[in-house]
């Protein structure tokens, strides 16, 4: 039996409850994504999984025990590892900027999505990542416009149609949330 977060296991079983043949996974390593393939192979249940991650060899950063900046690459971003196992696992992996993320212009601090970000993050901290996600996924051509599927991290998923980013807001082909799942 593979060694799974029981969130991971609820998010499946709903996946199943509601004939959801898609989950969307944001990764920062491969392990979590191999655990739900895992479990599904066990199970004998047929989700197609998509893994998401940050941009490929993009340098961020983190505060170390000695509240110093020290740069980093997430694991699932860094070169061609994690996609070599995820491949050989038959899981796409997307490696893309955030679409609410701002271009770095030294000097200058705006950036029109932010307002997106802050309002989903006032439902709830993670949404953002997964709204994000979501586009990322319809964006690159793994999820249809119009398509129902479930997108998680490690403490929230969300079910929804997915959309492009360009039409995030509009009246017909819009992203749609039905429900917001959290751990």
């Not at 701002?102 to 949404?127: A, C, H, R, W």
């Not at 149609?161 to 949330?177: A, D, Y």
């Amino acid at each position: 039996m593979s060694n799974i977060k029981p969130f991971y296991i609820d998010n499946v079983k709903y996946c199943v409850d509601n004939g959801i043949n898609k989950l969307i996974i944001f990764i920062k390593n491969e392990k979590s994504i191999l655990d739900v393939k895992s479990y599904l192979e066990e199970n004998e249940i047929e989700i197609d999984l998509i893994a998401v991650t940050f941009p490929a060899n993009e340098k961020m950063y983190k505060l170390d025990e000695d509240d110093e900046l020290s740069e980093f690459v997430p694991e699932a971003a860094d070169g061609n590892k994690i996609r070599n196992i995820l491949n050989e696992n038959n899981i796409p992996l997307i490696s893309s900027a955030l679409p609410f993320e701002g271009i770095v212009i030294p000097g200058d601090n705006f950036n029109p999505y932010k307002i997106i970000e802050q309002t989903l993050n006032m439902v709830n901290s993670g949404l953002p990542s997964l709204v994000q996600t979501l586009l990322i996924a319809t964006d690159n051509g793994l999820v249809m416009p119009r398509e129902r599927l479930l997108v998680m991290n490690s403490i929230l998923a969300i079910d929804a149609f997915g959309t492009n980013t360009r039409l995030l807001f509009h009246p017909q082909e819009g992203m749609k949330i039905n429900k917001i799942i959290h751990e």
